[in-house]
């Protein structure tokens, strides 16, 4: 019987072949994707669920009822008086107000509602009415 010894190593070391390593590549970014998409989804599920959870516990114990109200707008137009030469509160208060009206209320009124500081008057100063 003959037994043969050899002094050279000749191993190989098993490896991947290229493909291979591409391939896992491709399954470990298809991966990732597929659970940063598994993931967006389970948050926005969360927060719609949340929002849908709030708007039906804050209606349950309200009481308060809501009716349409028709709400017109009105708009008020004012007399206006151009201030001759001349004129004064008196005056003009007397010959706008109503019959029986208070004059001095009326002139109250008129120093208020044109936010005038004194009592003195402007030719072409424009004053409107109550």
Known sequence: MYIAYSHTTTSTTPHR?????????LN???AKR???FFMLVVILGAVFSFGAIVQAYA????????SKVDVS???????RVVVQRGDTLWRIA???LDKGGNIRA??????NFNRLSSSVLQEG??????
């Open 17 to 25: 072949s290229l493909h291979t390593s591409n391939r896992m590549k």
């Open 28 to 30: 470990s970014k298809l």
């Open 34 to 36: 597929l659970f940063g």
């Open 59 to 66: 209606g349950e114990g309200s009481s308060i009822t809501t």
């Open 73 to 79: 707008l009105t708009v008020k137009t004012y007399e």
């Open 94 to 96: 007397s010959t706008h």
């Open 106 to 111: 009326y002139i109250d009124q008129m120093y």
């Open 125 to 130: 100063q424009v004053l409107l009415l109550p």
